[in-house]
Structure formats: structure tokens, C-alpha cells
């Protein structure tokens, strides 16, 4: 499958604000616009997901949220070691 195309028009004061900040993340202004479109909107689509239940869907879902934590071996591990980036 070929990419697509967009197309899209900007002021000369715009397009140079795009290109300058391009040059200084070491991006095509093509990269830099598609990457800051892409992030907008993935967080335009976060913010808009919802879900609906049944009173017995909402039920089981609280049910399980209510649960004990299942213990999970490597990750209790993981956990109590150092971190790379505490002080010394």
C-alpha cells in the first residue's frame, strides 16, 4: 500500500515557525507537522473514548476493579530494586 498525501496550506509566518522548529528537533517540516498532528490527535481521541454497561455489566466491572491485587512475581522484583536514577 502507497502512503497518502496531505496537503495543507499555511501563512509564510506559519510555515516559517514550522521549518524553524524542524531545523531545531533535526526534522523535515513534513515530519514535524505529520508527529505534532499524529500526538493532537491521539489526545483529541483519548479524551473522547467512553463506554456504556448494564446495571449487571457495571456491577461485575466494579466487582473486579474491588478485587486484591494478583501478586506478580518479576514485577515484586523489579519493584524492590533500585532505581537506576535515586540518589546515592
Known amino acids: 500500500m502507497k502512503d497518502q498525501r496531505l496537503n495543507i496550506r499555511a501563512t509564510a509566518e506559519v510555515k516559517s515557525l514550522v521549518e524553524e522548529a ?3 528537533t533535526h526534522m523535515t517540516a513534513s515530519a514535524f507537522v505529520l508527529q505534532a498532528a499524529v500526538r493532537s490527535a491521539e489526545e483529541v481521541l ?6 456504556a454497561l448494564s ?3 457495571w456491577a461485575e466491572f466494579t466487582a473486579l476493579l474491588s478485587r486484591p491485587a494478583r501478586e506478580i512475581p518479576a ?3 523489579a519493584a524492590s530494586r533500585r532505581s537506576l536514577f535515586s540518589e546515592r
Request: proline share 7%; hydrophobic share 35%; no cysteine.
Open 22 to 24: 524542524a531545523r531545531a
Open 46 to 51: 483519548a479524551d473522547q473514548t467512553s463506554f
Open 55 to 57: 446495571p449487571e455489566q
Open 75 to 77: 514485577l515484586k522484583k
